[in-house]
């Protein structure tokens, strides 16, 4: 049976990336309502590089409120905190036994973020994928939404499961599919076009915030890195133009409309015409979030309330899962 399995790490704030890439696409998941959605906020992902307690704690809330004003309804969609169901971890060991030191060694985002000090990083860092593997194949998901960035790690995530059906000769983990759609995919530093937009990036102008104000996104849009050049007559025109392409595919994906319609609408209009109609649009629909996510802040009792019966109704799927994972392993008492 097809299930929506993703996850954000509460590892800061929220940027527009996370938003276009993940939040506003679990959110239609979640309205069409063709398969069960199960999101996530990944709390023992975020530990593998350190975290502030008291940071990780509030950041956590802050997430949550972020997941529901963009329209996750945690009566329709199962939302929680990955530490508060077991199975992750249990399942995750097991897939550190089932992955192979050579697949992690390949994966590009922990060479990225361990750089040249790979001797000094967390264990948890370099195992991370076997444990986001566990977050999906746990429930049985089939679909898991993401960005991009993310696609290196489900491919992982298939590997795993179909090594483990192999190994134990049985047809019990489904192989899922990465789901990577929309206009913005890949949302780039507002500084280097050729560079992700990132939460953890030095620069607060490489970014947008779901918490920046107006007078802040209008700023970040206009202060935006991009070319002398007009905007093309045609999509083609935007090759070679890493920025300008950029905040093409940011209004493409904020307004609904493909990437060639919003070209055709400003072809050959100059770039100080169209940042100030971004910021505008952006400006639009991020200021609800924000405003809702502040108002959902006041209730943090509330929000633990929520993440608690999302718990409870992922662990009631979780747990029958991780134990016959157990049982097929060999482990008595399973
Ligand atoms: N720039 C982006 N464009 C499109 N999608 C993005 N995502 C992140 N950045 C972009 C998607 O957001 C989801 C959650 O990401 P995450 O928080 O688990 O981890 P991340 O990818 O490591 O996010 P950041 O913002 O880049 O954080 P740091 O700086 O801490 O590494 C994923 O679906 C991801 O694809």
Redesign the pocket.
């Known amino acids: 049976t097809p299930r929506v399995f ?4 509460p ?2 704030g929220l ?1 527009l ?2 938003y ?3 939040l506003k696409r679990f959110g239609e998941t979640q309205d069409r309502g063709d398969m069960p959605t199960i999101y996530c906020i ?1 709390d023992m ?1 975020a530990i593998t590089v350190w975290q502030d307690p008291e940071k990780l704690n509030r950041a956590t809330r802050e997430l949550t409120a972020g997941f529901i004003a963009s329209g996750i309804d945690p009566t329709k969609s199962i939302l929680f905190n990955q530490s508060a169901v077991p199975g992750h971890a249990q399942l995750g060991w097991i897939f550190n036994c089932v992955a192979r030191l050579g697949w992690m060694q390949r994966m590009t985002q922990f060479k990225d ?1 361990a750089g040249k000090n790979s001797e000094n990083v967390s264990l948890g860092l370099f195992a991370y994928p076997a444990l986001m593997a566990a977050d999906i194949l746990v429930y049985h998901a089939t679909h898991v939404p ?5 696609k290196q790690h489900v491919e992982l995530t298939r590997d795993i499961a179909i090594k483990f059906n192999n190994d134990y000769g049985v047809d019990f983990f489904p192989v899922p599919e990465p789901v990577i759609e929309g206009a ?5 530093s507002l500084r280097d076009g050729t560079k ?6 030095p620069s607060d102008m490489s970014r947008i915030n779901l918490t920046d104000d107006a007078d802040a996104i209008a700023k970040k849009i206009k202060k935006a890195k991009t070319d002398p050049e007009p905007l093309p007559e045609t999509l083609e025109g935007l090759d070679g133009r890493p920025e300008a392409r950029n905040l093409v595919n940011i209004y493409a994906a904020l307004s609904g409309k493909t990437a060639a319609e919003v070209v055709a609408e400003y072809a050959g209009q100059p770039f100080g015409s169209f940042k100030p109609a971004l910021a505008d649009l952006a400006v639009d629909r991020l200021s609800p979030i924000s405003t809702e996510m502040s108002r959902l802040m006041q209730d943090p009792a509330e929000i633990d309330r929520i993440l608690a019966h999302g718990a409870e109704q992922a662990n009631a799927i979780a747990e029958p899962i991780v134990r016959r994972a157990y049982q097929i392993v060999g482990m008595v008492g399973a």
């Open positions: 993703s996850g954000i790490q590892s800061g940027t990336g996370n276009l890439g993940a990944v992902h973020k993401v960005g991009e960035d993310q913005a995919t890949r949302v780039m992700k937009m990132s939460k953890s990036d």
